[in-house]
């Protein structure tokens, strides 16, 4: 038996499965998760700016969409429109850091922002234009660039106008005659 079971081994084959490299979903995705983050930076600091105004659903819009039933002493509509932009300010302070959540939780709240961006976009709620912060900066840099150009125009134009006489000469205080 032992000579058998010998043999029996022998024709066992030790084989290793090599996995294939996943592919990863985000190389068909039109936005990655950093394109996305950019993306909700860019609106959050244009709304906070005031670069642009979301018109949040009202309690009349709500209400045309579920009319209060007689039952209601208090219009559901208005705490519908208080939720929705309760929910908003939730959101923008989770991304934000103020209010501490899991990194999930963080990824969760920016994809939701995301998307009220793209309803408010669809249904023409967002006034104003949402600039870049990438256009902020360059903004900034030419006008530092004009401030430096200025000056050195009025040097320049300074040094232009001003009689020979107050001006420093090349060869000290001689005085050359012609």
Do not use: C
């Not at 592919?23 to 005031?50: A, C, N, Q, Y």
């Not at 009349?60 to 039952?71: C, G, M, Q, R, T």
């Amino acid at each position: 038996m032992s000579n058998e079971a010998n043999v029996e081994d022998k024709k066992i084959i030790s084989v290793k499965i090599k996995r294939k490299p996943e592919m990863k979903p985000e190389s068909s995705l039109l936005f990655s998760d950093k394109d996305i983050r950019h993306i909700v930076t860019e609106f959050v600091f244009s709304w906070i700016r005031g670069d642009i105004t979301i018109r949040f659903p009202t309690a009349v819009e709500l209400a045309k969409k579920n009319p209060p039933s007689i039952a209601f002493s208090v219009d559901p509509s208005v705490n519908a429109e208080l939720k929705i932009k309760e929910y908003y300010v939730d959101l923008l302070s989770i991304i934000a850091g103020i209010k501490s959540v899991s990194e999930s939780d963080q990824k969760k709240a920016i994809n939701e922002v995301f998307k009220m961006l793209l309803m408010f976009r669809s249904s023409n709620r967002i006034e104003g234009k949402i600039i870049s912060n990438d256009f902020q900066k360059r903004v900034e840099d030419l006008e530092k660039k004009l401030d430096t150009q200025t000056k050195l125009v009025e040097q320049i134009t300074g040094f232009l106008f001003t009689p020979k006489k107050d001006r420093p000469s090349k060869h000290g205080d001689k005085k050359i005659h012609s």
